[in-house]
Each structure stands twice: as C-alpha cells, then as structure tokens.
C-alpha cells in the first residue's frame, strides 16, 4: 500500500513515522533521536510486536479528523461568501483578489518561520495544488455563480468526496474496499439528490464549469495531501499561493481595471473570508487532516459540506431550506460513518 492513502488500512497511521508527522510535530524526531543505545527496543523497532499497530491510533486519528472537519467547515462557507463578493465586484476580480490577500499572512508565515523553499521534486505537486485550489476551483466556482445559486452549485460538491478518492486511488495506487465505495456512491448520491430536488437544477453552462472545477479541485486536494506528509499542511497551501501570485497579482491588476467595482460591506466581508478563511486557514486544516487520516478519508467528511453549504445560504442570503434537509443529513452521516469504520 502506498504511504499517503490510509484510507483502506487506518492501522499505518498508528506509527509514527518522519514523512508523515515530524513535519507537523518537531519534538517527535528528536525524542527518537535522543534516545541511547541502551534504551529498550519498542514497538516500533521490534518487528513482530503486536504493539507496534496499536501503540497510538487514537490520538492522532481524531485529531486528523478534527482538523478535516474544520476545513470542511470553513469550505462550507465558500459559495455563500462568493456570491457576496458578485454584489460588488466581477467573477474575475473577485478569484484574483482573494489569492492576492490570501498569499500576505501565507508569505508572511513563511518570512517570519524562515521556511526553506520546498526540495525540486515537490515543485511539482505544489504546481498541481497551485493549479486546482488556488486558480482553477475558486474562477470555475466564481463564473458558473454568476447565473447559479449556491444550492444549486452544491450539488456538484457532493460529488467532490468521491472525485477525490478516485483521483487519489489512481495517484497512489490505493484499492479501498467494496464497502468504502458503496458508502461513497449512496452519500453522494443522497447529497445530490437532495440539492437536484431543491434547487430543480438542469444540466446547463454553469454545471459544466462546476464539473471542470470538481475535477481540477480533486487533483488539488490529492496532491495536497499527499505533500502534506512531507511538510506542514500550511507550508503546502503557502508554497502554491506564492508559485502562483505572478499570475494572480497580474490577474487582479487586469481584472480592476475592465470589470466594474462597486463594492459594499458584504462584498468586501466575502472577498475576505475568501482570502483569510476558505483560501488559507480552510486549506492549512484540510491537508493536515488528510496527511493524518488519509486522502480517500477525509474526502469523505466533505458528504456534509453541500448541506453546510445550504444552511449558511439560509442564515446569509435568505434561501429557502426544504423540509427534507434533516433527513438528508441523517443519511449522509451515516454514510460518513460507515467510510470512517470501513477497514478494506
């Protein structure tokens, strides 16, 4: 099995290892490190140890999913504070701006740690995350808002979780189980048909461009997570911010002066939460949760980002939420628990 999908052996993540949390916690290395030669051998040096499996899965498991399920939390809010942002500014200062302000606490993490630039063999996944989460979701998602309710956008997102697993099974390798994938297919389609139903959604331009955004997103997530292994999740997203603001500085420069900009409260509150929350702070926590539970995993928490999705849309832009939303969520956490407990 590849070491950056736990999602069919949760068991790999009970051993610590330098790829997967030294990063993320420094004092792991050097305990190991300060440890003489005649200090006993323990689980994890003695091959064949019971507890060498069992040592630890607890704490860093729920602290993964914690961590993914804040970032799932903070995606939640993304359509929402973009279709604020749309009521002042266009769709494409709008993407460019919310990269530009979301690189400056990035950037400045990165001076401030004195963070050294990423090894050449990881420029390229960077690139990858650069490409789908900081460029091509955020101006996909934006210009298919314009003529689309959040509502309706969200029943492209329940199919992220399982554009996400496959894309990580076909990057790693990985083989989830029969189980893990029925559970996937019945949450995803539970989500969509809940937001189809809602929202009366047709297949039009807009769907096309969410679609394109699903794909591009997945391969930044997959990618995301698995650098996350090999440095800390912030690191991750603030590395591809700065790779891409050449593009995203020029972007925005060209975007003020041809798009109309009148902006109000709310769509500078949403620009913001876009750069701060879904861009930077939303990422930091998502690809740390997967560096610790797994890609295909922690996909799956995102079977409850579409009906998070609605209900910001009721509490910030009046949408009508349906009677049958309780129901729906019902069933989707149980298909999130059955994929959390599924051993492949």
Not at 7 to 34: R, W
Not at 244 to 273: K, Q
Not at 276 to 284: T, W
Request: with cysteine; charged share 10%.
């Amino acid at each position: 099995m590849k070491d950056n999908d736990s999602a069919i052996a949760p068991a790999g993540i009970a051993v610590s290892t330098p790829d997967a949390h030294t990063a993320g916690d420094p004092g792991t290395a050097k305990t190991a490190a300060a440890k003489g030669p005649g200090t006993p051998k323990t689980a994890a040096t003695a091959p064949g140890t019971p507890k060498a499996v069992t040592t630890a899965p607890g704490p860093h498991v729920g602290r993964g999913m914690l961590l993914a399920a804040l970032g799932v939390a903070a995606f939640s809010l993304t359509f929402p504070a973009t279709a604020w942002g749309l009521e002042g500014m266009g769709p494409w200062t709008v993407v460019m701006l919310r990269s530009v302000l979301a690189t400056v606490p990035a950037g400045a993490a990165l001076l401030a740690m004195r963070v050294r630039p990423p090894e050449r063999r990881h420029w390229a996944g960077i690139a990858v995350v650069a490409g789908g989460v900081v460029l091509g979701f955020p101006l996909l998602t934006t210009l298919a808002l314009e003529t689309s309710t959040t509502s309706h956008a969200a029943v492209v997102v329940g199919l992220l979780p399982l554009t996400t697993a496959a894309c990580s099974a076909v990057r790693t390798g990985a083989r989830p189980s029969r189980t893990f994938w029925i559970a996937s297919l019945v949450g995803a389609v539970v989500v969509i048909g809940f937001a189809v139903q809602q929202s009366g959604g047709v297949p039009n331009r807009s769907d096309l461009l969410l679609f394109a955004a699903l794909l591009v997103c997945a391969a930044g997530y997959t990618e995301g997570g698995r650098l996350a292994r090999h440095m800390p999740g912030w690191q991750v997203i603030g590395w591809a911010l700065v790779l891409a603001l050449p593009v995203t500085v020029a972007g925005a420069a060209l975007a003020l002066s041809a798009e109309p900009l009148e902006p109000t409260a709310r769509s500078v509150a949403g620009v913001l939460w876009l750069a701060v929350g879904s861009q930077f702070l939303g990422m930091v926590a998502w690809y740390r949760g997967m560096a610790v539970i797994g890609i295909s995993r922690a996909s799956q928490l995102q079977l409850a980002q579409p009906l998070l999705t609605l209900l910001w849309s009721v509490l910030l832009l009046g949408e009508h939420l349906p009677p049958a939303a309780p129901a729906a969520a019902l069933a989707v956490l149980v298909c999130i628990a059955v994929t959390q407990r599924t051993r492949g």
